[in-house]
Each structure stands twice: as C-alpha cells, then as structure tokens.
C-alpha cells in the first residue's frame, strides 16, 4: 500500500470527475464541476495541483495546455480513505462503523437482502481478514 496523504472534501470532488471524464485540461475539470455547483477556476486548478503532489494524479503538457490524469483507481482511494476513517474515528473497529451506517443512514430492502448475500459468501471462509 502506497502511504500517501488522505484527501481533502473537495480534492476528492475533482478526483472523481477526473475518473469520470478521463485525461483533462483544468478547463473540462472546472466546467464539469461548475455544471454542479459554482467554484472558481483557480480553485478547480489549486486542487488538480494537490492531487499531482500528494500521488494522485498526473499531468503532462500537450503545447501550452497541462492534462490531468488520475494515477490512482476510484476503489483504491475509496479502500485508503474508509480504512484511515476507521482508524481514526473508530480505533480500528469496523462493527461500529457498519452500526452507524445501517442505525443513521437505514437500510432498505435489497440493500439487506444484499447484506444477507455478502455475509453468506464471506461466512464459510475462516482465513478472511477480520474473523475469528
């Protein structure tokens, strides 16, 4: 696991539309997120630049135009945010995490039909990380 810095709130914002529309100038970046929501082109930039320095993302040059390009995939940063959140706010533990979703945000459904699912896959294995 590469150990770099987490992501602020809206360096994850312009991480996401950069795995949304691909290798982009700062311009497409801007005008995707500012379809959203209002934000400044400088700001959009500020943010593309942090990604670059903290190994998130990539640029190269094509004339006087810099292309920004995610190096990291969206599920690997999703892995490395969740697990640091879990460690900082929950010590590690998972099962308080799990609670607080399913008590505060609720659970429809499919989705514990889904959780049903995703148990009995992950049951019969004993090697599985976190069991025991």
Do not use: N
């Amino acid at each position: 696991m590469v150990d770099r810095p987490g992501l602020s709130k809206g360096e994850i914002e312009v991480a996401r539309v950069l795995w949304e529309i691909g290798p982009s100038p700062v311009r497409d970046v801007h005008e995707a997120i500012a379809a959203q929501r209002d934000i400044d082109f400088s700001t959009v930039q500020t943010y593309l630049r942090r990604l670059q320095s903290k190994g998130y993302a990539k640029s190269v040059l094509k004339g006087r135009v810099r292309i920004y390009k995610s190096k990291t995939k969206p599920r690997t940063v999703i892995r490395e945010t969740v697990d640091d959140l879990v460690q900082r706010l929950f010590g590690g533990e998972t099962m308080p995490l799990v609670r607080h979703l399913i008590e505060e945000r609720g659970i429809d459904a499919s989705e514990l039909d889904e959780l049903r699912k995703l148990l009995s896959e992950i049951e019969p294995d004993p090697t599985r990380k976190g069991q025991g």
